[in-house]
């Protein structure tokens, strides 16, 4: 079985995020989705999401596109790579891959790193949606 990891805050689900899961989904035969929690959100961008952890999760799980929809790990974000091992980590085209690609490299791991291209970036990116539009 190919295992299918994704990561994101999805603080406002859009078609830019339900075109990177599609996209994801088809590297693998279950796709899982780990969604920023809050705190690591503030950490890295200095402030947090405009809607919670939870809500976030429930709203990529309305998709229908995952076959499982996770929060992450508050004290290390790749933790979650080690414990599921999966074949294949799917990343954003605005994600930055370094610290997934050491992660894995570090831990010795044999997982293939694809990038998603973006779906009309100047339409659909996170920060031009103040409500979720799903």
């Known amino acids: ?3 299918v990891l994704t990561f994101g805050t999805f603080d406002i689900v859009h078609k830019g995020h339900e075109h990177y899961l599609q996209e994801a989904k ?6 899982i989705v780990i969604i920023a929690r809050d705190s690591n959100v503030l950490k ?16 990529v799980e309305l998709l229908n596109i995952a076959s499982k929809v ?11 790579i080690q414990e599921l091992k999966p074949t294949v980590i799917c990343l954003g085209y605005d994600q930055n891959s370094l610290s997934v690609e050491k992660f894995i490299v570090d831990n010795g791991l044999d997982i293939k790193i ?11 990116k996170s920060s ?5 539009i799903l």
């Open 128 to 132: 031009k949606f103040k409500h979720s």
């Open 44 to 59: 890295e961008r200095g402030k947090l999401p405009k809607n919670k952890e939870d809500k976030r999760k429930e709203d």
């Open 26 to 31: 088809k590297f693998g035969d279950k796709l």
């Open 1 to 3: 079985m190919t295992l």
């Open 114 to 124: 694809k990038r998603i291209n973006a779906f009309k970036p100047e339409i659909y």
């Open 70 to 80: 996770m929060l992450g790990y508050d004290d290390d974000k790749l933790k979650i």
